[in-house]
């Protein structure tokens, strides 16, 4: 997702991270992985909660078809999870919020392997953008 | 087992970002960020992470 950074800014649109625990943990976080997008710190979950986000079943956690996709993802990416922090159910996701409060596109993970690709996230973000652009002529 | 949902549960992502917009979190310096202000000028992406793994 940081490999996508200048292509959002590129783009008019601000790209932020938000995790569990503390901020302590978010700058390690952002060492470790060498993110240089800002990184929110929400020990309560308490935006995880506004914004719609689901706590996984056991199933949904570390069913076959979560793992077959985790693995493959890992050695696409060579990437892999460490020890889990915060919440170990709580699942995250996406939303792209114009300057209106309008929610403009939304993928909340359905499962621990389900998460939008920065590409995804960036075609919608280009078209908030052009959505929230005053027009010309 | 894992502090998982015992039942499927079901996202609910909003239509509008009202009930996120007065969430202030620390950032990883430590600085008190008030959500509503991070689309106040321009859209935003946020992503929430599922852990800091």
Known sequence: MDRARKEFEAAGAGLVLIGQLTPRDAAHF??????????????????????????????????????????????????????????????????????????????????ASDNAPPEEILAAVREATAAAAPEVG | MLGAATRRQQTHPPARADALADIVLPDHEGNQVRLGDLWQERPVALVWLRHYG
């Open chain 1, 30 to 111: 952002r060492r470790r992985r060498e993110i240089q997008l800002p990184v929110l710190a929400d020990e309560k979950r308490e935006s995880y909660k506004a914004a719609g986000a689901k706590v996984a079943t056991v199933t949904e956690l570390i069913g076959p078809k979560v793992v077959a996709k985790g693995t493959a993802l890992a050695a696409q990416t060579g990437l892999s999870q460490s020890r889990t922090r915060g919440h170990p159910a709580q699942l995250g996701g996406t939303l792209v919020i114009t300057p209106d409060g309008t929610v403009a596109w939304s993928r909340l993970s359905q499962d």
